[in-house]
């Protein structure tokens, strides 16, 4: 088993920046990828960003150049750094890891004003 807990979220102008964290705990000898998936309201969960035990990320095109993922791996946690943020990533961000099973955590909303 995989607890994945987030912080980091609240509401922001647009412009503005935030970054989230999400902790692991548990059986993470067993995580190949690491990632941060959104849902906004109406609308499917997606890929926000992506991170695999070797380092390689992966991005959804509309965070490329905005967000940087980034792990730490003494700390067993994934970060989210998300600049120049736009009303449009309004969202509950998951975090997401990939191991034996998916695990999600209990997502952190961000909320970007106009």
């Known amino acids: 088993q995989v607890q994945l807990v987030e912080s980091g979220g609240g509401l922001v102008q647009a412009g503005g920046s935030l970054r989230l964290s999400c902790a692991a705990s548990?059986?993470?000898?067993?995580?190949?990828?690491l990632g941060w998936y959104r849902q906004a309201p109406g609308k499917q969960r997606e890929l926000v960003a992506s991170?695999?035990?070797?380092?390689?990320?992966n991005y959804a095109d509309s965070v490329k150049g905005r967000f940087t993922i980034s792990r730490d791996n003494a700390k067993n946690t994934v970060y989210l750094q998300m600049n120049s943020l736009k009303p449009e990533d309004t969202a509950v961000y998951y975090c997401?890891?990939?191991?034996?099973?998916?695990?999600w955590g209990q997502g952190t909303q961000v909320t970007v004003s106009s």
């Open positions: 548990g059986s993470i000898f067993s995580i190949n990828r």
């Open positions: 991170i695999t035990s070797g380092g390689n990320m």
């Open positions: 997401h890891a990939l191991g034996s099973r998916i695990y």
